[in-house]
């Protein structure tokens, strides 16, 4: 069964860090290009960032460029996001993507507040 499952979410501190995992199966993970996508309550789902198959290639929203970072294991089908100095504008669903197949997964729940 292809599946992508994300974990990590819980609430944070406004400044806090928080890291986001996404394991794979079912598919061959190691070449897909990977995505982060996120959904604030009320706007639509917005794009975060894009990895290559390889890992060596990486794209990120403004909104959020120089504060996160993706990484990818392809030998442990995982691919995560590192979230640092957390603002309350990022209190979003997050959702990993894969791009071949096109599957996503359930999301994971980031609540920035104090």
């Known amino acids: 069964q292809v599946q992508l499952v994300e974990s990590g979410g819980e609430l944070v501190q406004p400044g806090g860090s928080l890291r986001l995992s996404c394991v794979a199966s079912?598919?061959?993970?190691?070449?897909?290009?990977m995505l982060w996508y996120r959904q604030a309550p009320g706007k639509e789902r917005e794009w975060v960032g894009t990895i290559g198959a390889d890992g060596d290639l990486a794209n990120y929203a403004d909104s959020v460029k120089g504060r996160f970072t993706m990484s990818r294991d392809n030998g442990k089908n995982s691919f995560d996001l590192q979230m640092n100095n957390l603002k309350p504008e990022d209190t979003a669903v997050y959702f990993c993507r894969a791009r071949t197949p096109d599957v996503w997964g359930q999301g994971t729940q980031v609540t920035v507040s104090s």
């Open positions: 079912g598919f061959t993970f190691s070449n897909s290009v």
